[in-house]
Each structure stands twice: as C-alpha cells, then as structure tokens.
C-alpha cells in the first residue's frame, strides 16, 4: 500500500480500499461487511498491509488486504471498539472499548498484552519524554500517568495531589518531571524512579501553567496571583514578573533560557505578549489581541500566538508579524513547533489539527478530529504529534518526513 490506498467507511457500515494511483476500488472489498455486521471505525497499520475493524457486533477483525481474510482478535460481543489505533511500528494494536477500557494486543501472535481499566477522570495537560519513550499525562483526580509509547502501557501511576493537575513538563535531560496543581502547589518528581523531590507552595490560587527552562534549573508558573520563577533544587522564589499582568494563559521558556514570553492583559485590559529577561528583571510589551497559547521557536527567532481563529507569527528582536496563518474556522487552542522549526501544528475547536510551514505559511495538512482539541505537541524527534481531545482521549499520529 504505502500511501498509494485510502480507507473509505460508509454511512451503511461498509468499507472500500481506494487506489489512488489506478484511481479506481480494490476489489472484492468494494462494499464489503462481514456476515452483515456494521463496521464502526478503521485503522491502518503502518506498513499499509492491514486493516483493523471495530465491528458493531463487538468483533475487532483484523483484516489482511492482500489476501482479503480477517483474523477476529476479539471475539467477545459484550463490548464494542470505540476506536482503534496501531502503533508507530505496527507492532502492537489498542483498542478502546465501549466500556471505556483499552485492550492492547500484539499483532504478530494477536495475543492481548494488557488491559488498561477505564480512566474515569479527565486528561487535563501531557507531554513528551525527551527520549521519545513515554508520554506523561496528568488528571482531574490528581494523578500522574506514565504510558510507554512502543505498547501503550501505564508504567506508572503517581499520586500527585489531591486536587486536579493542571500543566506538567520534563527538563531535557529527562531527570526531572514538574506538575502544577489547582491547589497552587508546584511538585518536581524524579524521572528514574518517580519519587517526590520538590513540593512549592508559593502560590495561592490554581497554576495555570508550568515551564521548566532548557538547562533544566529554573522552573516558571503562572497563576491568578503572579509569574513567578523557582530554582529547582531549593524551591526559592528567585523571581516574580515586576508588573501586574491579568488573565496569565500560557508562557514558554527561550531556547536559549534567558527570556520568558507569555500572554496576559494589561491593568486596563488590553492583551499583550510579554517577553521577560528575567535574569536582568526586564520586558518588553507587544500588543496583541487575546491570546490562548504561545510558543517560541526552536532556533528563537520566532514567537508564534495565537489570535481567535488565526495564528501570528512574530519577529522576536523586532517584535513586529512576520506572518498570519489563516484556515481555521473555530478558536486556536495550542500551538507546537516541530524540532527543527519548520513546521507548526496548530489545534482548534473546529475539530482539526492543522500542519503549516513556517518559511512561507503554507498550510499542508488538515487532520480531521471527533472532537475539539484542548492541547498539543510534537514528540522531540519529530516524528509523533500527541493531542488530549474535548472528548477526553489522547491521540497519537504518526508524521511522515
């Protein structure tokens, strides 16, 4: 197959195999439903050699294009796939299940590898560990999940708060995990063995956000009551925005670690971007229009924001737009540049993740969604894009060089 096909689900339940370069159906697959049982959803796997179906009957079929033959992998109807989802190198196969529990089997033996009980709380903040092996999730009841990426696997549950977790990040070396609570705290986490080193309780009102700068020494937070910076061995409150900002949404280390931009709106109400050189106690106003989220990008030449249903892109020493990214229909919710900065994802309420490129704001791809998407993120080799969704999912799509 290799990018040459695409998977058609019908209204009816029915799927067919679309050849692209012939331009015409694979058959006999035109139309196909197995012993009349409504296919649900479709996922390819990687190599582009199979196709598992969620069948309405509870039957998850993983079907083998070439010679048209489908192996049942869950046989059980009790239950039925909400979705389905191979992994990057098409070795394992999730599965989330109407009782919203998520099976994982191996597609080599079909064997179930484990079963992962329903979450009943909502993923509120995620992101990548640097070696591209886990990503960190946290939860309204206030855990920390850690799910290797290679067989979705919960490795670690932490009980991190008693409250929600609101923003989560991991310093570079991967030595140290952050969270923010709505309780205020800040808590840093060892990443090797997921104990407790740090609680911060300097705040008073629900952390927004959390950054942890490049060198992995001084960790940001914002919240009702101020930007504040941290040292993280100590926990010493070795910083705070010198000014009264309102409405704090998001905030973003440079590469290099010396500025901090975020968004946030004057005593009078008007939105600016900030860019803080907290180190001289400094920053500079540039005046905007509301912004949900910012991002530097990865060579600091950039800042990108967002503007209701656009993106800006900013000139960072001349503070003036060098671009604005136009397609979206809905609010932009989050931004994330690729590693080597030039390509910018953006996530929106209008159901889609959309891929622009950077060098002259082109858009290159729009990925259609079930729901809206409350935030997002490229895994650090660029070839994984993460997304927490409204309908509180976490989805991970492969990208292609």
């Not at 622009?356 to 997002?376: A, R």
Request: aromatic letters at 8%; proline letters at 4%; a negative charge.
């Amino acid at each position: 197959m290799e990018g040459k096909s695409i998977i058609l689900l019908s209204g009816d339940g029915r799927f067919r195999i679309w050849n692209v370069s012939e331009t015409k159906f694979l058959s006999p697959t035109e139309g196909l439903t197995l012993a009349d049982d409504k296919v649900l959803n479709i996922s390819l796997s990687p190599d582009g050699n199979h196709i598992a179906l969620g069948m309405n009957s509870g039957i998850i079929c993983y079907w083998h294009i070439k010679n048209k033959s489908c192996e049942k992998i869950q046989s059980e109807t009790s239950t039925r796939a909400k979705s389905t989802s191979f992994s990057p190198d098409g070795r394992t196969l999730a599965a989330v299940l109407s009782d919203n529990t998520v099976k994982i089997w191996r597609t080599g033996d079909k064997k179930l590898l484990s079963t992962i009980p329903d979450h009943y709380h909502r993923i509120t903040a995620f992101t990548f560990s640097p070696d591209n092996e886990n990503v960190v999730f946290g939860s309204t009841d206030g855990t920390i999940n850690i799910l290797r990426i290679s067989d979705r696997y919960v490795i670690r549950k932490i009980s991190a708060s008693t409250s929600a977790i609101s923003s989560i990040a991991i310093s570079r070396n991967n030595q140290t995990i952050v969270s923010g609570a709505d309780d205020g705290t800040i808590k840093t986490w060892n990443e090797n063995d997921y104990t407790n080193t740090l609680t911060i309780s300097g705040h008073t009102t629900k952390i927004y956000k959390v950054a942890i700068s490049p060198d992995g020494t001084i960790i940001a937070s914002i919240a009702i009551d101020g930007i504040r910076i941290w040292d993280v061995v100590s926990g010493t409150n070795i910083g705070e925005f010198p000014t009264h900002a309102r409405n704090v949404t998001d905030v973003a280390f440079s590469p290099d670690g010396d500025t901090i931009v975020f968004s946030a709106e004057t005593q009078l109400g008007y939105p600016r971007l900030y860019l803080w050189r907290f180190k001289e106690n400094t920053y500079k106003e540039i005046p905007t229009t509301t912004t949900q989220a910012v991002a530097f990008s990865p060579d600091g030449q950039l800042i990108a924001s967002t503007s209701s249903n656009k993106i800006l892109l900013w000139l960072v020493n001349e503070g003036t737009i060098l671009d604005i990214l136009e397609g979206h229909t809905s609010n932009v919710t989050d931004i994330s540049f690729s590693p080597d900065g030039t390509i910018l994802a953006s996530a929106s309420a209008d159901n889609t993740i959309r891929l622009w490129k950077v060098n002259n704001g082109d858009q290159l791809f729009s990925l259609p969604c079930p729901s809206g998407i409350l935030s997002i993120s490229f895994a650090p080799d660029g070839k994984l894009i993460g997304a927490i969704l409204y309908d509180n999912t976490f989805r991970l799509w492969g990208i292609s060089p």
